[in-house]
């Protein structure tokens, strides 16, 4: 079935095919049109889950936690502040094995108050232990979202289904929306070994002396070493059933590519245009689209933009006294594998638009330097 989808009802479909069981959720702009329709879902006998109203994402996040303790497939959505909110037990979750999924509205961080994308919000909890999938379409947050359970469940990782405010939360697509049957049979239900119930009790998330606690991130860490050649094989599989594969990263014209751009989210289905309107100049880009942030994909991120004689990263996002984040992973991917220069590009915080013209300055800018002139260059900042 095709149907025109706004982003945030992706994610809801996504959920609804995924036969959650429970849904934690407060509303916040530009996310709250997620569980709106996830709550009419459940009202109208739709979806067969529990829709639990609570009074802040911090309480969403620990309905969710005791829910997938107990053994139930569990769903929830936010942004920005909300999900600064929620950061504590993001911990809990990874710490604690639970493989929830989060659909995550990039909007940028306040002060000063904004409604509109960048990804500081959700790049800030990179280090909490969960996955990361940066969405470029409706149709990808859909299908990321199903996909995402499955890896989660296997791994007992949670997953971060993100994708830019406005530009795909609120913007219309065309979306196919699998046949529930085909999902059932791509995701089955979720059966953890170990879970809370009264007939077998079991403590979860007790005080963990140093004997134990340093063995507990050491595994989940190398569980989330698997990550990437799981999602690999899950995006394999689910081309097999529904014709489309996601993988960890997008590359478009990249293999004679003498300048490769790097970009995550909608900026990279920008980036395209710009790349197909240098090549009719005769000068040879490429786009290369990250989308698993978390884990990073070192491997196929190296072997790609080793190839370049150049390459551009845009970051929609900045780490304080440092660099853009993505900057600061490509280089990391790169570490002595590699001669190539990376230069960093800052732009369109706080939802400034990301256009042709932004792209034409970058890859101009590029082109005219051996190596970076400066730590960071800001593209479209009114100085």
Partial sequence: MRKVLMGNHALSYGAKLSRVQVIAAYPI??????????????????????????????????????????????FTATSAQGL???????????????????????????????????QNDSLSQRDTGWMQFYCGSNQEVLDSVIQAFKVAEKLHIPAMIILDAFSLSHTYEI??????????????????????????????????????????????????????ALIEETGREFQELFGRRLSLVDPYKCDDAEIILVTSGTTGYTARVAVDHFR???????????????????????????????VAVIDRNISYG????????????????????????????????????????IIEQTQRSDSPQERISWIGVKK
């Avoid at 600064?84 to 509205?105: D, F, K, Q, T």
């Avoid at 009790?201 to 698997?226: I, N, V, W």
């Avoid at 290369?288 to 991120?301: A, G, K, M």
């Fill in 280 to 310: 009719q100049k005769g000068i040879k880009v490429g786009n290369l689209r990250v989308r698993v942030f978390r884990p990073f994909p070192f491997e196929v991120v190296n072997e790609i933009l080793s190839q370049a004689r150049k």
């Fill in 84 to 118: 600064a909110l929620m950061h504590e037990l993001l911990h809990w979750a990874s710490g604690g094995r639970l493989p929830v999924v989060l659909g995550n509205i990039n909007r940028a961080m306040a002060p000063g108050w904004s409604i509109w994308t960048d």
């Fill in 175 to 228: 979306v196919d929306v699998p046949d529930q049957e085909k999902v059932d049979e791509f995701l089955p239900p979720f059966q953890p070994k170990f879970r809370l119930t009264p007939d077998e009790p079991h403590a979860f998330g007790g005080l963990t002396s140093p004997e134990h606690y340093f063995e507990f991130r050491y595994k989940l860490q190398k569980d989330m070493e698997k990550a990437p």
């Fill in 29 to 74: 702009t530009p996310q709250t049109q997620v569980v709106e329709l996830l709550s009419e879902m459940c009202a109208e006998k739709v979806l067969d889950a529990q829709f639990i109203k609570v009074e802040s994402e911090h309480s969403a996040m620990a309905a969710c936690l005791g829910a997938s303790l107990a053994g139930a497939r569990t």
């Fill in 322 to 361: 440092h660099h853009g984040i993505f900057y600061q992973e490509v280089k990391s991917a790169l570490y002595g594998n590699s001669s190539v220069p990376v230069f960093g590009y800052i732009t369109g915080l706080g939802g400034r638009d990301i256009t042709l013209e932004t792209f034409r300055q």
